[in-house]
Structures are given as structure tokens and as C-alpha cells.
């Protein structure tokens, strides 16, 4: 990693040419503030927080909102419970979590109409 990647990771920034930090609406969004988005995943079909910031290692604090947004989100969304699950398999350098619902890993099935 340069120097200049390590500033601007722990300068909490966004870096180009990453798609979430690009944040494009290709999917329902559920919710966004200064720290995260919510939206549903194009692969999944289940909400997905995504950290505003590009780095692998939020913030504590950042984590807790993130999480209680995610909850309550998922609350609002699926049918059943959920577990997070934050395994970054497609875009690891990029902080996300999904809601997944309980017994199950995609969201066909647990959706509110």
C-alpha cells in the first residue's frame, strides 16, 4: 500500500473506482446518513449497510450505528429474524454487512410486500 493510500484510508475518505464508495442507486435504498446507506443487495435481496467511509475497519462507534441502523432496517424488511453477516466476499476492501434472514441466506422468501 502507498502513502497516499494509508492517508486516505485513515482519513476517513472515499477512494475512486470503488463501487461503494461510488454509492450508486441501483437498488431500493432503505436508508443513508453521514455514516452509512442501507440498500438492497443486487445479489442477495437483503438489506446491506455500507460504510461511507473506504477501509475494512470502521470506527467503533461507526460499527454500533451501523448495526442498530441495519436492525432496524431488517425489522422492517423481512418477515423473520436476522443474523449479520459482514464476510466482504465480493468487494473486501469496502466495509458492508448483510441482514440475512434466520435459516437462510438469501432474501427470496422473507420479504414484506
Known sequence: MSETETTELTELTKIDGCDLCEAARI?????????????????????????RFHGTEPP????????????????????????VDDNMRNIPDHYHAHARPEGGFFGHGYRRT
Not at 33 to 51: G, L, S, T
Not at 62 to 78: K, N, S, W, Y
Open 27 to 51: 437498488t431500493p435504498w432503505f436508508h443513508e446518513d453521514d455514516v452509512c446507506w442501507i440498500a438492497e443487495c443486487e445479489i442477495c435481496y437483503v438489506p446491506m449497510v455500507v460504510w
Open 60 to 83: 467503533a462507534e461507526h460499527l454500533d450505528h451501523m448495526m442498530t441502523e441495519l436492525a432496524r432496517i431488517a425489522g422492517q424488511v423481512l418477515t423473520v429474524g436476522h443474523y
